[in-house]
């Protein structure tokens, strides 16, 4: 679920908490080696950083405060192609150049995207 569906505070909490995972899941994979670690950092930024910028798109879209739902609906497509490209973009940089590992990148990505769909049902207990 897209972070901009929520008030900035709910986006901000769930965000931290998306940071929180990758930064701790880095740091366990580091017992293993730095090598592990790094490429635990690049899969937690692979699926937070876009979420940042889609979060900075809506909130720059909330600001004008113009309700035409094809203006939204344009948006919104727009943000969610750039996350597309952000996350390519994340992933190509860490394989490509940093030769980073599957596993650790794999696991951490995946445990912030479980986050991302968790947390909001957590918020609205």
Same mark, same amino acid.
């Given at each position: $679920? =897209?972070?901009?569906?929520?008030?900035?505070?709910? &986006?901000?909490? %769930?965000? =931290? /908490?998306?940071?929180?995972? /990758?930064?701790?899941? =880095?740091? *366990?994979f580091c017992a293993n080696s730095i090598e592990w670690g790094a490429s635990a950092l690049a899969g937690g930024l692979a699926c937070w950083l876009?979420?940042?910028? /889609? $979060?900075?798109? *809506?909130?720059?879209?909330?600001?004008?405060?113009?309700?035409?739902?094809?203006?939204? &609906?344009?948006?919104? &497509? %727009? @943000?969610?192609?750039?996350?597309?490209? #952000? #996350?390519? #973009?994340?992933?190509?940089? *860490?394989? @490509?150049?940093?030769? *980073?590992?599957? #596993?650790? %990148?794999?696991?951490?990505?995946?445990?912030?995207?479980?986050?991302?769909?968790? &947390?909001?049902?957590?918020?609205?207990?």
């Amino acid at each position: $679920m =897209s972070v901009s569906l929520y008030d900035n505070k709910h &986006a901000v909490k %769930l965000l =931290s /908490f998306q940071l929180i995972t /990758f930064v701790i899941l =880095s740091g *366990a994979f580091c017992a293993n080696s730095i090598e592990w670690g790094a490429s635990a950092l690049a899969g937690g930024l692979a699926c937070w950083l876009p979420n940042i910028v /889609f $979060m900075l798109l *809506a909130h720059f879209q909330k600001a004008k405060e113009e309700d035409e739902p094809v203006r939204i &609906a344009w948006f919104f &497509a %727009l @943000g969610a192609g750039l996350k597309v490209v #952000t #996350t390519i #973009t994340v992933l190509v940089v *860490a394989f @490509g150049v940093f030769k *980073a590992s599957l #596993t650790p %990148l794999g696991l951490t990505y995946l445990a912030v995207l479980i986050v991302q769909i968790v &947390a909001p049902a957590v918020f609205k207990r």
